[in-house]
Structure formats: C-alpha cells, structure tokens
C-alpha cells in the first residue's frame, strides 16, 4: 500500500474554497484506489491571523480523510517575518509527522500557512515531493500577482523592489491590532490609551503604528528582499510540479522554476452531483449567478455595478451565493451597495456543496468577475459540467477555460461597462444562452485528474529509486505533461 502525504494551507471543516475543495477530492480519490493518505494542513483564522490560539496542533477525520492540523500555538509561536515562507518550528514539527506516518511520497497542494519548512523536511528526509500548485504564492507573497492599486503583476523584480511598496507594508498591523497586541503584555499601557477621548485614542494607536514601524522596518525590508530566492529553490526541489493552466506556467518559469519540472494536469471535478442538473428550471427572467468568497479580489462589486445598469422593469434577476460576514469589512461596502438600487438583487447566503446542482438548475449564466489570475475555479468547471454558460474576466486561467463567443462571453479588467455590455447581450437574446450551452463539451473529472497524478507519482518513484522498480512495465503516460504551450 503506497501512503502519501498531502499538504495544503487549509482545509475543512473550517474552510471551505476551492483548493480545500479540491484536496479533499484527491485525498478521496486516491483512498479509494487503495493508498493510504495523511492531509497536513494550518488552520489561520481568515481575518486578524496574528492571533494565536493555545493549541500546536490537532488530528480529526473530514469524510474518511484523516487530517493533521498545525495550529496557531505552534504557526504564531515566536512569529517573525520570516516565518511566512520558512518556519523552523514546523520543520521540526513536520520531521515528526514524516517520521510517523513514513510517506512515499509528499503531494505539495499549497504550502502557505505551513512554509516551503515541509519541503526541506521532506528533502531531508529522503522523501520525493510532487507539487499541484493552485495558485502564485511561491512567487507572490500575496498570491493574487495583484498590487494595491488593482495592477496584475508577473512576479518580484530584481531586489523585490516592487514587493517593497506591495508586500512590505501588509507586515505591519493596523494600529487597532498593535494596540491589542500590546494590551496582553502591558495592559495598563494599553488602558491608558483606550480611556482617552477617542481623537487623542486613534493619536495615540497611530503614534505607537509609526513607532512599531520604524522599529521592524529593517527586518520586513530583509524578509522580503530574500522571500524570492528562498521559495524559488524550494520550489525547485519537486520532482515534479503539476500546473492547471498554460499562464501559471508561463509565470513560473518567468520567475525560475524549471521548466522541465512542469506538468500540465487540469484539474478534475467530481461531477457525481451535478450531471443531473444540465436541465434549467422556466423562468421568464434571466438568472445571473454569482458563486464565491464575497471579497474584494473576487469583483462582486463589479458584477453589482453592471446589474444595477439594468432598468428596473429588465427581466433580470442576480443571485448572490456566498457568505457575506466571512470579510465583514468587505462584506460591509456589499450590504451597501445593493442598498443603493436593490432592485431584482438577492443576497442567498451559502449552501451544502450538495446542493450546488440545483442552485445552477436555477441559474442561465454564471458570472465570474475576479480581479486576479484565477487559475481554473472549481466554480466554472461546476456550471460547465451543469450546462450553464459563464461570462467572466477575460484573463488568463479564466479565458483558457471561457471561450469568447463559444461557450460564454468575456469582459475587460475592472470594467463593469464592459460587462454590463456582455450581460446586456444575453438580456436581449436569449438564443445565444442556447448556442452556448450546446457548445459545452462535457467536464474533466477528477477521476481523470487522479489518473494523470498516479502517472507522475509512478514517473517521480521510479526515477527516485522508490518501490516501483525499474523492471516493472512503464507506466501510463501522462496525459497533460507539458512540452510546449
């Protein structure tokens, strides 16, 4: 029985996206193919992540998967800048959990929370690591390849100036945070600064922000300075890295990875649920469907904007699936927005992934507005295989999967006239709805996936000297290994 070890930055019960969601389905697949499977993943609140709770880690089950999870006692302890791509307390912690379980193999899904640390470890160890990378943070320390301006970015220029003025800054807490912080250790101090009137309060939160500032600038600027190196040699280490999309290709080997490394295996969906929704429910509107994480790099707001450009008596309805308190400050400017014409605008909440067939028996578009380079989101690949066109950003990873005028539409970067112009287009034809979805071709599934996984595992063991000898047959080709794109 081969045993692997998967890695990923989170993972249910408590989170919930589309990597989460994808690990899982492998970690499911590969169990039912008879090996045994560990998940080792970090459990970070998605807001306020500098708070550490009193635990270093814990083991559950999540639907069959036996999961380890590092926790913020260990991942926060003694935390400094570093720490977010290299963290020797979770090497050390990572060497015991190899030790254990004794892996033929570490399958890296994503790394951050747990640090390119599990990759050293594994090296050490003597353990063969293959990578399915999901999206940039092994380039970007922010992930997204997107600067605070909402201008993409390929990745750190020479000396990471760039980072210096993107990255640098968000490793300085907000001035209300560092007040708390500091509340733990000198309460009194902190007591003194929260009894004041509230114009002298925020002077003073602000005047200790300067002062912390000032204080870590230097160790911020080397942290971020040696980031890219850091990571690029860890990346390095995979005997194989398997990527989704001809554009995260292009962006890795853009910023050092090797080439010769990379594999292209789409991602796979578990279709089981969702092949007995291709029928639509009537209606005598046409039903936009936003599906996601309501936050900012998601560009809800741009889709709302485009909508409410609709006269009140259009017959077009928006459904807004997502939890809109995940991001509450966020979430906050979305309540807001829809307040200002609310008209045909329903904020649905969140559903059982169960459900999500019907929700698209009941959506005729799905719209994905993303700001960043999505890679290939599970959300597109669900309305496909339900035979629901999308309109979405007409950006690499989302336009290698929408068609422009084939099986969907695209719209410009941050422009919500230019999708409103495309949502407009389906208001006053409906057949184009129809032409589409008779030119969706049916969906990748995972089983498809694991096959071409199980092919790079038996290619990576065999040439690691690993139980596959070389006097066993060869194996299977890959299907998606790239040799040019």
């Known amino acids: 029985m081969r045993r692997v070890l998967l890695t990923v930055h989170k993972f249910f019960p408590e989170h919930k996206a589309g990597t989460e969601v994808l690990t899982l389905k492998v970690a499911q697949g590969l169990l039912a193919r008879g090996y045994e499977v560990l998940v080792v993943t970090a459990n970070p609140p998605d807001i ?9 880690s814990k083991d559950y089950v999540y639907e069959g998967v036996n999961v380890h999870s590092i ?30 379980f004794k892996p033929d193999l570490v399958h890296i899904f994503h790394a951050q929370n747990l640090t390119s640390a599990v990759i050293d470890s594994s090296e050490q160890a003597g353990v063969p690591i293959v990578s399915s990378l999901t999206d940039f943070w092994f380039v970007c320390p922010v992930v997204q390849l997107k600067r605070p301006d909402g201008a993409l970015c390929r990745g750190p220029s020479p000396g990471a100036l760039n980072c210096l003025t993107c990255y640098t800054p968000e490793l300085i807490p907000p001035a209300g945070q560092l007040v708390e912080a500091i509340g733990k ?47 690029r040699r860890a990346a390095n280490k995979s005997k194989a890295i398997m990527v989704p999309t001809g554009l995260m290709r292009d962006i890795f080997v853009e910023n050092g990875i090797d ?19 291709q029928i639509k429910t009537d209606s005598k509107d046409l039903r936009i469907g936003f599906i996601g994480t309501i936050f900012e790099h998601k560009g809800l707001d741009l889709l709302i904007k485009a909508f409410q450009k609709f006269a009140p008596e259009t017959p077009a309805v928006l459904r807004i699936y997502g939890d809109i308190n995940q991001f509450p400050e966020y979430g906050q400017k979305i309540k807001e927005l829809v307040n200002v014409n609310p008209g045909n605008i329903e904020l649905c909440g969140t559903f059982p992934n169960a459900e999500l067939g019907r929700i698209f028996e009941n959506i005729d578009v799905l719209v994905v507005p993303s700001r960043w ?40 970067l941050n422009d ?32 498809a996936m694991i096959d071409d996984i199980e092919a790079v595992y038996e290619k990576v063991l065999r040439s690691d000297g690993g139980p596959n000898s070389e006097s066993e047959s060869t194996a299977r080709p890959v299907g998606g290994i790239i040799t040019s794109l």
């Not at 306020?48 to 270093?56: F, K, L, T």
């Not at 800048?81 to 060497?95: V, W």
């Not at 300067?210 to 230097?218: D, E, H, P, R, V």
């Open 48 to 56: 306020e992540a500098r708070h550490p709770s009193a635990d270093d």
């Open 71 to 100: 926790e913020e006692g260990l991942r926060l302890k003694g935390y400094t800048f570093k720490h977010e791509y290299y963290h020797a307390a979770i090497k050390e912690h990572f060497d015991g959990l190899l030790a254990t």
């Open 185 to 231: 250790k000198l309460p009194a101090l902190a007591n003194s600064i929260s009894s004041l009137p509230p114009p002298l309060e925020a002077v003073c939160a602000k005047a200790l922000q300067i002062g912390y500032s000032t204080f870590k600038l230097s160790a911020a600027i080397q942290a971020t300075v040696q980031r890219p190196e850091v990571l």
């Open 259 to 277: 080439a010769k490394l990379l594999h292209h295996v789409p991602f796979g969906l578990d279709t089981s649920d969702l092949l007995e929704h």
């Open 373 to 412: 380079y999505e890679n290939t989101p599970l959300v597109i690949q669900s309305a496909l295989a339900t035979k629901t066109p999308v309109v979405a950003t007409n950006l690499g990873g989302m336009s290698e999967l929408i068609k422009h005028e084939t099986n969907g539409l695209l719209f410009d």
């Open 416 to 447: 919500y006239e230019s999708l409103h112009i495309q949502l407009k287009r389906l208001v006053d034809d409906r057949q184009l709805l129809r032409r589409f979805t008779e030119n969706i071709p049916p969906e990748r599934t995972i089983e």
